[in-house]
């Protein structure tokens, strides 16, 4: 697990629900845990998908397509 003073150099950070239950206890302001169908955990509340009733499919590099979207 990362050390506080590493982790507050970081705006945000990125986990999905399986790295974020292996890193059970992270606390950090800019924390986003992504849920697949679920949407995303942001700012001590769950972000429900834009199209809830769309089939949500993990696929490799779907993470980075988040943060990509997120930072824009």
Do not use: W
Not at 28 to 42: D, R, W
Request: proline residues 6%; glycine residues 12%; neutral net charge.
């Amino acid at each position: 697990m990362l050390t506080q003073d590493i982790l507050d150099k970081f705006s945000f950070i990125k986990l999905n629900e399986s790295e974020s239950r292996n890193n059970y206890g992270l606390k950090h302001p800019g924390l986003i845990i992504t849920l697949g169908s679920k949407g995303a955990y942001y700012g001590g509340e769950i972000i429900p998908p834009r199209k809830p009733l769309q089939q949500t499919i993990d696929v490799s590099g779907a993470g980075d397509t988040f943060v990509a979207a997120f930072c824009s």
